[in-house]
């Protein structure tokens, strides 16, 4: 049976990829940031994943708003990144787990999430960063990969209690899958960031610190906010917080903190990283 090892999650900035691209790990802006990276290259290293499961936002890359999935699963053998308009070089494309997919497709239309299935799909940075993130010196990303997206373009967006039941969901959909795969979660977006408006600019750090905290023992806390409340609290886009929400639902029981790390700015957005892990680890 597949075995979720563990849940990596993580803000995702277009920047990123320019500084990666341009070799800037070193440089003072972004040494904090990808500071936070090197401990879990050493857990990767040794909880040893097959598969990636990528719960992400998309951007307007392939959904655009005359059509616009509350979720999206992606079915497909091959997944190409595609520039999103800012020159930033485009990664390799990524390798799918088809049977797979359809496995978790089915488990969570069973679970009553009507989803909307992609055999074909584009993802943008939200998906490919991270794992240039996690995986910096591999030409191409090692673990196939199954993408799911959550809208949060488009009102109206899932509330954090419904990304918690698709979470759930989702790692019992996992944890059925009748081949011996080991399975990591990395949820992608947030942390507090607003990138126009009034408030451009604006990053809740005790907000954020909160949520992070609150994720390893006690996920139902950001329940208690309305999508609204959380806008208000962490930004416009900080709502992308809803991607680490349903990936640290989908590891099974008690799970425990393995590394955290947290910065301010990055671009206009507070960048946070957080690794768990199932306290029943085999
Ligand atoms: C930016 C874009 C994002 O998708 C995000 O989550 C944070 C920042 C940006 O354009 O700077
Ligand atoms: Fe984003």
Redesign the pocket.
């Given at each position: 049976m597949a075995k979720i090892v563990g849940a990596i999650t993580t803000?995702?900035?277009?920047?990123i990829g320019r500084a990666i691209a341009g070799n800037l790990q070193d440089d003072p802006y972004w040494k904090p940031f990808f500071e936070g990276f090197p401990p879990v290259h050493e857990w990767l290293e040794k909880v040893r994943p097959d598969v990636a499961v990528v719960v992400y936002n998309d951007?307007g890359l392939n959904f655009f708003l005359d059509k616009m999935p509350t979720f999206a699963v992606g079915a497909a053998p091959e997944y190409h990144n595609a520039d999103e308009g800012w020159g930033i070089p485009t990664l390799p494309p990524y390798r799918g787990a088809p049977a797979f997919s359809w496995h978790i497709i089915n488990e969570l239309v069973e679970r009553e999430f009507d989803l909307t299935t992609c055999q074909e799909m584009l993802v943008d940075?939200?998906f490919s960063l991270p794992l240039k993130l996690l995986w910096p010196n591999e030409a191409r990303c090692p673990v196939a990969t199954i993408p799911v997206c959550i809208n949060t373009v488009q009102y109206p967006l899932p509330s954090a209690t419904r990304c918690l039941k698709l979470g759930r969901a989702l790692g019992e959909a996992i944890a059925s899958w009748e081949e011996d795969l080991r399975v990591v979660i990395i949820g992608t977006?947030?942390l507090s960031?607003q990138?126009d408006g009034e408030r451009a600019g604006f990053i809740n750090k005790d907000f954020d610190l909160a949520f992070m905290e609150s994720l390893i023992d006690n996920p139902e806390w950001v329940t208690q906010y309305s999508n609204a409340e959380i806008v208000e609290k962490t930004g416009t886009?900080g709502i992308?917080l809803l991607m680490w929400v349903a990936s640290r639902a989908a590891l099974p029981g008690k799970v425990r903190k393995v590394h955290a790390n947290y910065h301010i700015p990055i671009?206009?957005?507070a960048t946070g990283l957080l690794v768990m892990e199932p306290v029943e680890q085999v």
């Open positions: 803000s995702h900035v277009p920047a951007h940075h939200a977006g947030g960031h990138l886009q992308e671009s206009n957005t």
